[in-house]
T-cell receptor, first 114, second 118 residues
Framework: DAKTTQPNSMESNEEEPVHLPCNHS???????IHWYRQLPSQGPEYVIH???SNVNNRMASLAIAEDRKSSTLILHRATLRDAAVYYC???????????????FGQGTRLTINP | EPEVTQTPSHQVTQMGQEVILRCVPI?????FYWYRQILGQKVEFLVS????????KSEIFDDQFSVERPDGSNFTLKIRSTKLEDSAMYFC????????????????FGPGTRLTVL
């Protein structure tokens, strides 16, 4: 799996937007960019994923650079509940059908100040 | 919303004892996984399971570990002879099968079982 680089930690204030960066300069053409997060004392939770175009869902937005070597997870209005470790993970399109593991890095620990 | 459940939430055992961690994946999912997270460290993949057999396993998943889908709903992880270093949070996850036109999946994780080996 291609490697991603994220800042170890970030801090933001409640009700402000948060931009979480991820660098993946060795991304291949078939790698999907996935974001998961892990709230304190919980299992990881899917946030969003994309391939080339920017994506929006009810939780967040994903902005993907034109060259795909970086991406940014955007939380439009952070709440205290968004305090978590955020993981940027690259996943290749599987060659054959089958279970495909997630490879977690250290992620970015996001702190939200009230 | 359907969710992955795990039991027990906390298991305490003596070194050398066998433990079985249980998971109920989301009902229409076909891919199953176990991950673990040692306190303060990153989430690590252990094993994936599909069509009643192991798809992939990591170096951590040695002969002391086994997985089973004993019936249509449960997915279990057995550690035959626990060691102190097996103390960790163990997460079960499941995902739908990849269908035609769908190139990637979303994994849904359970709340975890905290295993403490004394």
């Amino acid at each position: 799996d291609a490697k991603t680089t994220q800042p170890n930690s970030m801090e933001s204030n409640e009700e402000e937007p948060v931009h979480l960066p991820c660098n993946h300069s060795t991304i291949s053409g078939t790698d999907y960019i996935h974001w998961y997060r892990q709230l304190p004392s919980q299992g990881p939770e899917y946030v969003i994923h994309g391939l080339t175009s920017n994506v929006n869902n009810r939780m967040a937005s994903l902005a993907i650079a034109e060259d795909r070597k970086s991406s940014t997870l955007i939380l439009h209005r952070a709440t205290l509940r968004d305090a978590a470790v955020y993981y940027c993970i690259l996943r290749d399109k599987p060659i054959i059908q089958g279970a495909q593991k997630l490879v977690f890095g250290q992620g970015t620990r996001l702190t939200i100040n009230p | 919303e359907p969710e992955v459940t795990q039991t027990p939430s906390h298991q305490v055992t003596q070194m050398g004892q066998e433990v079985i961690l249980r998971c109920v994946p989301i009902s229409n999912h076909l891919y199953f996984y176990w991950y673990r997270q040692i306190l303060g460290q990153k989430v690590e993949f252990l094993v994936s399971f599909y069509n009643n057999e192991i798809s992939e396993k990591s170096e951590i998943f040695d002969d002391q570990f086994s997985v089973e889908r004993p019936d249509g709903s449960n997915f279990t992880l057995k550690i035959r002879s626990t060691k102190l270093e097996d103390s960790a949070m163990y997460f079960c996850a499941s995902s739908e099968a990849l269908l035609w036109g769908k190139d990637t999946d979303t994994q849904y994780f359970g709340p975890g079982t905290r295993l403490t080996v004394l």
